[in-house]
Nanobody, 123 residues
């Protein structure tokens, strides 16, 4: 049974940092691409970052480049999203999701999703 569980969200001041974790079970992480998405109230879900399985290529939304870093620990079956220099516009519910072995920017290409972890950036 495939399961993805996000953690690490919380309330942080602008300029602060958080590290999100996506713990995977029921499949071997290194065979699949894992993406991070976010959804703010009243907005569509958008892809934030993704790491592919084949060569570990990383993709980032333009607005988070240079601030967010995605990484994968296959031994722990966990994907991380390090978020630095957080801004109020980063406030959203963050999800991780499993695709095939390559990354996609469309949510419908991802077969399994976690329940999400809330990130709130506010002073």
């Amino acid at each position: 049974q495939v399961q993805l569980v996000e953690s690490g969200g919380g309330l942080v001041q602008p300029g602060g940092s958080l590290r999100l974790s996506c713990a995977a079970s029921g499949f071997t992480l290194d065979y699949y691409a894992i993406g991070w998405f976010r959804q703010a109230p009243g907005k569509e879900r958008e892809g934030v970052s993704c790491i592919s399985s084949i060569d570990g290529v990383r993709y980032y939304l333009d607005s988070v480049k240079g601030r967010f870093t995605i990484s994968r620990d296959n031994a722990k079956n966990t994907v991380y999203l390090q978020m630095n220099s957080l801004k109020p516009e980063d406030t959203a519910l963050y999800y991780c999701a499993q695709a095939g072995n390559v990354c996609y920017d469309r949510p419908e290409k991802y077969a399994y999703w976690g329940q999400g972890t809330q990130v709130t950036v506010s002073s």
